[in-house]
């Protein structure tokens, strides 16, 4: 262990470990900007420079290790005074435009300056506008850029998708595309991990919460909303709601507040994916010889999206089930249209994700079953938070309501649809139904939940070895499918999440600078699970009625039209 001091406290530490590490062990919380652990730890911002005693210059303590008999003072006059300068300099190339960020209030940046009284920026302002194409889901402000490198780093190491890159040198060093191409022409998922591990405004969703204040207003358009299962475990976090207090009866208020005219749970779409995708799954296992490579799932469009820019060759093996958002969109605009004498265009179909991506996924050509688009609009969690918000809606002072039926009773199979393998433990359930005729013990497949990156499981549906993976993080996708292709690995069924821990640690989640979430946010999904009366898709009386009164059985003809899709078409986005 290295004996050490650090703003008068004695402190006992293992060695390689940093002064910022070391710190934080005594709760002294060292300022930053661009240190995230285990990804970006590279120094670039130079705010949290620390003084030892006995030497001349300040260091940076994220990179300067421990050792024997350091004195460390962290916000000594002279620490401070470079911090602030640092600081300040960072601001001379910072709009500062705070009042109309979407991050103001939650910007570490803004935090900073305030904390250290910074009032005035001493130095020249240099603040570089790169056009951007603010029709794409994902907005880049070059203005608000600090170069921490974050975004640069994220990509690479979690999702390496390598979608951004440092551009010039000096005082002129930015940040922009790789391969100096436009965002439109990369291999961008829209995972939105860049965004939400941001510490400043620089990237952000498009908003598209204008275009709901329009189909309000609109008394030609029935408008209806859907809301994602990932969504109840964070959305009441900005109102300061209790995890007792932010329950889905209060978030289907809040949603009929603003003035939707029905209001559904995309739960019940996710049982419906999951009668979809297990019958594909159980007719994938009838022929194995067929199938050199395992049938994946579908329903995460960033994921879709990196396998068809990067792996092409896999495409042919990704479920045809559309993702549970798109499924209610066409349930919406034909079922349901019809149930209500509606026509599809007389519909304002709206959904309410943890994900940038589904913006693009609701542009796509393939996805307008009924003749229009399926999916009109949508809203990350965050834009849901600035719509309540403006709306002056306080959630806490709200009755409890129901969501609309009905389309929405859902189970709890559809419920853990947000968190890492939550979609194979809901076809596995089915699956063991259709094979068995019995249900499996509820404890029969919760193997694949955990935050690991890649979870492998092998199962017994009758008589029948059935070997699972389940895997979470563009990054930890991608050396699968290298071992597949290598012949390392042989699986059945594979569950991929683009974002790490799965919907839940979502691009369009509330942001926790420097904090990672999902883990916590799935346990209450799974806390909702063991609380639905019903667990499994197949049991659900609702969607039994749907099959029996219009799409007549999984994949039935109507099924596969509304309900499926060509991915190897789908290159043809609209945005």
């Given at each position: 262990m290295v004996n050490l001091t650090i703003d008068g406290i004695k402190v006992s530490v293992p060695e390689g470990t940093t002064i910022m590490q070391a710190a934080a062990t005594v709760g002294i919380d060292i300022p930053r900007l661009c240190f995230l652990k285990d990804i970006n730890e590279i120094s670039a911002c130079k705010v949290c420079v620390v003084e030892i005693q006995g030497q001349n210059r300040v260091v940076t303590s994220c990179t300067t290790p421990v050792q024997e008999g350091l004195v460390v003072f962290t916000n000594s006059p002279k620490a401070r005074s470079v911090r602030r300068t640092n600081v300040e300099l960072i601001l001379s190339q910072h709009d500062c435009l705070c009042a109309t960020c979407v991050r103001s209030g939650n910007c570490s940046l803004q935090k900073l300056s305030n904390d250290l009284g910074i009032f005035d920026i001493p130095f020249e302002r240099d603040v570089v506008d790169v056009p951007w194409n603010k029709d794409f889901p994902l907005i880049r402000d070059s203005k608000k850029c600090i170069k921490c490198m974050r975004c640069v780093q994220v990509c690479d190491k979690v999702q390496d998708l390598h979608i951004w890159d440092v551009q010039n040198t000096g005082s002129r060093t930015t940040v922009d595309v790789a391969g100096n191409i436009t965002i439109e022409d990369s291999n961008c998922s829209l995972c939105g991990q860049c965004i939400t591990h941001c510490p400043v405004g620089a990237l952000k969703e498009r908003d598209d919460v204008p275009k709901i204040y329009e189909a309000l207003a609109d008394t030609s358009k029935v408008t209806v909303v859907q809301v994602a299962p990932a969504v109840r475990t964070a959305w009441a976090e900005a109102f300061g709601l209790t995890e007792?207090?932010?329950?889905?009866?209060?978030?289907?208020?809040?949603?009929?507040?603003?003035?939707?005219?029905?209001?559904?749970?995309?739960?019940?779409?996710?049982?419906?994916?999951?009668?979809?995708?297990?019958?594909?799954?159980?007719?994938?296992?009838?022929?194995?010889?067929?199938?050199?490579?395992?049938?994946?799932?579908?329903?995460?469009?960033?994921?879709?999206?990196?396998?068809?820019?990067?792996?092409?060759?896999?495409?042919?093996?990704?479920?045809?089930?559309?993702?549970?958002?798109?499924?209610?969109?066409?349930?919406?605009?034909?079922?349901?249209?019809?149930?209500?004498?509606?026509?599809?265009?007389?519909?304002?179909?709206?959904?309410?994700?943890?994900?940038?991506?589904?913006?693009?996924?609701?542009?796509?050509?393939?996805?307008?079953?009924?003749?229009?688009?399926?999916?009109?609009?949508?809203?990350?969690?965050?834009?849901?938070?600035?719509?309540?918000?403006?709306?002056?809606i306080n959630p806490a002072l709200l009755e409890e309501a129901e969501f609309d039926n009905p389309l929405s009773l859902n189970t709890g199979a559809g419920v853990i649809f947000g968190a890492t393998g939550g979609v194979m433990e809901a076809a596995l359930r089915t699956a063991y139904h259709a094979v068995t005729g019995a249900e499996a013990p509820f404890d029969a497949f919760v193997d694949v939940r955990g935050e690991a990156g890649r979870k492998v499981r092998e199962f017994t549906i009758g008589g029948t070895t059935l070997r699972t993976c389940t895997v979470s993080g563009l990054g930890n996708a991608g050396k699968l499918l290298e071992d597949l292709q290598a012949g390392k690995v042989h699986y059945d069924f594979v569950e991929v999440m683009a974002c790490p821990g799965g919907c839940v640690g979502g691009g369009g989640q509330p942001i926790h600078d420097g904090e990672e979430r999902a883990a916590m946010l799935g346990d209450k999904l799974y806390k909702l699970d063991d609380a639905r009366p019903l667990r499994q898709s197949h049991n659900n009386p609702d969607v039994k009625a749907l099959y029996d009164n219009f799409l007549e059985k999984p994949l039935s003809e109507r099924a596969e039209h509304l309900l499926h899709s060509n991915h190897l078409k789908e290159k043809n986005y609209l945005v």
């Open positions: 007792e207090q932010a329950t889905e009866g209060r978030l289907a208020a809040a949603l009929k507040r603003v003035g939707f005219d029905y209001v559904f749970d995309t739960s019940f779409a996710a049982d419906v994916t999951i009668m979809e995708e297990a019958s594909e799954l159980l007719e994938h296992l009838k022929e194995p010889d067929k199938h050199a490579w395992p049938m994946f799932t579908s329903c995460c469009p960033g994921w879709v999206s990196y396998v068809t820019k990067k792996y092409p060759k896999f495409v042919g093996n990704l479920s045809t089930t559309k993702s549970p958002q798109q499924i209610f969109g066409a349930i919406i605009k034909s079922f349901f249209a019809e149930s209500k004498g509606l026509k599809p265009k007389e519909i304002c179909s709206i959904s309410i994700m943890p994900c940038v991506s589904k913006k693009r996924e609701a542009g796509l050509l393939s996805m307008r079953s009924s003749g229009t688009h399926d999916i009109d609009i949508v809203l990350t969690t965050r834009e849901l938070v600035r719509l309540l918000r403006a709306e002056h």
